[in-house]
């Protein structure tokens, strides 16, 4: 029962997923016209987001233990912050477990939906700029975050694709899968405007509040449509079942 209303909630969030996928697109689309693309911070993170593909694509088996570890931190993470206790972290390069005393939902999902060494870089990123700012250029920092998103996404992306995870079948695969592709969008939403000069978080919020009632102004329209064809369609062949069954 639990799966079934799960199902139905991600179902009927689906256009969630268009509306921030949209958004960031629009923002994207938006900082590229009305700001110079090609900063060093920009070209920064693109090219650490190359360096990383690559080295995904080259060795990457041999980052699989840096994989197992943030995504048992993560899970370790999400329970301390529910008050949960951790009794056992056992973490290798064939896989990894947390035992905790109790879970939820967001505990279960958050390594695939949190961007663990982002998060990390972004933390010591903050720490150094209170205590030596002038220590490393920002376009460093940027390589830096550029290999973390793309390390969160591929090993997520082959973690969810290539092993069964019990993760995702607790919580059903498609409400999973929903909810980690939501929470990604929603995050990567979040820091590009966040590093976007053209837009702040309550006109960023606005955009999205706006997109959602668009988005599910078209799915009642578009109901409501079918209702009526499919009404006119039973009322053209009822009349044919009536003088077949006599």
């Known amino acids: 029962m639990k799966r079934l209303?799960?199902?139905?909630?991600?179902?009927?969030?689906?256009?969630?997923?268009?509306?921030?996928?949209?958004?960031l697109l629009k923002t994207f689309a938006v900082d590229w016209v009305n700001t110079?693309?090609?900063?060093?911070p920009r070209v920064g993170f693109l090219v650490g987001?190359?360096?990383?593909?690559?080295?995904?694509?080259?060795?990457g088996k041999q980052f699989v233990v840096l994989y197992v570890f943030a995504h048992e931190m993560t899970h370790a993470l999400a329970g301390l912050l529910f008050f949960a206790k951790i009794h056992q972290i056992s973490i290798r390069a064939s896989g990894g477990f947390v035992r905790l005393s109790k879970g939820n939902l967001?505990?279960?999902?958050?390594?695939?939906?949190?961007?663990?060494?982002?998060?990390?870089?972004?933390?010591?990123?903050?720490?150094?700029?209170?205590?030596l700012p002038d220590l490393l250029p920002f376009w460093v920092w940027s390589f830096l975050f550029g290999m973390a998103v793309i390390f969160h996404l591929c090993f997520t992306a082959d973690a969810l694709l290539s092993v069964?995870?019990?993760?995702?079948?607790?919580?059903?695969?498609?409400?999973?899968?929903?909810?980690?592709?939501?929470?990604?969008?929603?995050?990567?939403?979040?820091?590009?405007?966040?590093?976007?000069?053209?837009?702040?978080?309550?006109s960023q919020t606005h955009q999205v509040v706006l997109a959602t009632r668009t988005a599910y102004g078209h799915v009642y329209t578009l109901a409501n449509r079918l209702g009526v064809q499919g009404k006119t369609l039973f009322k053209k062949?009822?009349?044919?079942?009536?003088?077949r069954s006599l």
């Not at 199902?7 to 921030?20: D, H, R, S, Y």
């Not at 110079?36 to 060093?40: I, Y």
């Not at 607790?170 to 976007?196: C, D, H, K, P, Q």
């Not at 062949?237 to 009536?242: E, F, G, N, V, Y």
Request: glycine share 2%; proline share 7%.
């Open 36 to 40: 110079p693309f090609w900063t060093l």
């Open 237 to 243: 062949t009822q009349p044919q079942q009536r003088e």
């Open 49 to 59: 987001c190359v360096v990383m593909a690559a080295l995904y694509v080259w060795r």
């Open 106 to 131: 967001v505990i279960t999902l958050a390594p695939y939906c949190v961007p663990f060494y982002l998060l990390l870089a972004v933390l010591l990123y903050g720490i150094l700029q209170i205590c």
């Open 5 to 23: 209303m799960l199902m139905i909630v991600a179902f009927v969030g689906l256009p969630l997923v268009w509306v921030l996928w949209h958004c």
């Open 164 to 202: 069964s995870q019990p993760d995702t079948h607790e919580y059903g695969r498609f409400f999973s899968w929903w909810f980690i592709l939501v929470a990604n969008l929603f995050f990567a939403l979040w820091a590009v405007t966040v590093t976007s000069p053209n837009y702040t978080l309550r």
